[in-house]
């Protein structure tokens, strides 16, 4: 059974870090690409971040840019993020998922956060809460 499985969401202050966890099974994780994304209540799901199946590349939205960093341990069939300087915009449920059309090892450059659609077998999510 395909699966991922994201952990580490925790409620942090303003300005603390947390790394979050997605477990895969099921499948060979090296042979796919990996997105991060996320959804606060009443927004559209975004892009967070995005790994290539060999860690050749890693793209950032804007957003968390200098923030966070993505990375990932095929040996493992595990995926990071690491969130540092947490801010209460980055309050969501956080989900990662596996890159299922198009072309799977790589991310779209300059598209891949607006393609979600292109991503599968979502995890359960885990919830980062920044506040006071």
């Known amino acids: 059974q395909v699966q991922l499985v994201e952990s580490g969401g925790d409620r942090v202050q303003p300005g603390g870090s947390l790394r979050l966890s997605c477990a895969a099974s099921?499948?060979?994780?090296?042979?796919?690409?990996i997105g991060w994304f996320r959804q606060a209540p009443g927004k559209e799901r975004e892009g967070v971040s995005c790994?290539?199946?060999?860690?050749?590349?890693?793209f950032y939205a804007d957003s968390v840019k200098g923030r966070f960093t993505v990375s990932r341990d095929n040996a493992k069939s595990m995926v990071y993020l690491e969130m540092n300087s947490l801010k209460p915009a980055d309050t969501a449920v956080y989900y990662c998922?596996?890159?299922?059309?198009?072309?799977?090892?790589?991310?779209?450059?300059?598209?891949?956060?607006?393609?979600?659609?292109?991503?599968?077998?979502w995890g359960q999510g885990t919830q980062v809460t920044v506040s006071t």
């Open positions: 099921g499948f060979t994780l090296y042979n796919y690409a």
């Open positions: 998922a596996k890159k299922v059309q198009g072309q799977r090892t790589y991310c779209n450059p300059g598209s891949w956060h607006r393609r979600a659609n292109d991503f599968g077998s």
């Open positions: 790994i290539s199946s060999a860690d050749v590349t890693r």
